[in-house]
């Protein structure tokens, strides 16, 4: 099954019997680079959306206006059938202030959450998990939903990309094969080096998995020989992230 994966929130203070949890502090201010991105409401789609008290809010501060129902199903890529619900994950001492989307359908289950990093509108795709694969539900998810984040102006979408050989998920290898790069730790391209007959040192100067997927044989010895890390895509037109995908999906004829 194709699968990401992401911790779950923290738990938040509870206190103990005669002691009052901790007083989170206010949040920081949340900053973007640049003026929020008013981009407008995305029609054609007719989601069942569930908006919770707090939405509203979150969202003016990120996009200088309240998203519609169609919004949120468009910056998730959402397919039809699917059920979603959209809640404020307010901020404070521990968690930053963001916006969470989790839906399902027959077809596959999701969580998602946009938040600001330094600036940036990001989208943290957390988990994906697609009841029948083979079916490029996940390929079409990922570039209906890259679409409408680059148009509202995000920067990435970063996810913790999970799995390894033998095991039910397989996110480790097929995230980075529609786009998602990351750094490959030293050990892994020293390894890897030496099972492609490579030049000691030829692969860290660009550490990155796409890289790697692109040295002959290095795609077939990530599957082989990978793991779970994490990984992002790069939204921004003519990325290497954004020429994977569109590659894939000419590919697949998706």
């Given amino acids: 099954m194709v699968r990401e994966d992401w911790e779950s929130e923290p738990p938040q203070p509870r206190g103990v019997a005669g002691v009052a949890p901790e007083t989170p502090k206010p949040p920081d201010e949340i900053v973007l680079k640049g003026p929020p991105r008013k981009f407008e409401p995305i029609k054609g789609r ?3 959306v569930s908006i919770k008290r707090g939405v509203d809010e979150t969202s003016e501060k990120f996009f200088g206006r309240e998203l519609e129902k169609e919004d ?3 910056l998730v890529g959402a397919q039809p059938g699917v059920k979603m619900k959209v809640t404020q994950i307010p901020g404070d001492r521990i968690t930053d202030e963001g916006i969470l989307i989790e839906g399902d359908s027959k077809d596959y289950r999701f969580s998602r959450r946009i938040s600001v ?5 990001v989208m943290e795709n957390r988990e994906l998990y697609v009841k029948e694969t083979g079916r490029g539900i996940g390929t079409k998810i990922l570039h209906d939903q890259v679409e409408a984040l680059s148009d509202a102006g995000f920067d990435r ?3 913790l990309a999970a799995g390894q050989k033998g095991g039910e998920e397989n996110g480790y ?9 990351g750094q490959v730790f030293g050990g892994f391209l020293k390894k890897a080096e030496e099972d492609l007959g490579l030049e000691k040192g030829e692969l860290a100067s660009n550490p990155s998995i796409l890289n790697l997927f692109d040295t002959p044989g290095g795609r077939e010895w990530w599957k082989e020989n990978g793991v779970g890390m994490a990984m992002s895509f790069d939204l921004k037109d003519g990325s290497r992230s954004r020429e994977v995908l569109d590659e894939t999906v000419k590919r697949k004829g998706i």
């Fill in 72 to 74: 949120y199903a468009a």
């Fill in 117 to 121: 990093k330094d600036g940036d509108l």
């Fill in 46 to 48: 007719k989601p069942r």
């Fill in 157 to 159: 979408i970063e996810t």
């Fill in 173 to 181: 290898y097929t995230w980075p094969s529609l786009g998602y790069d």
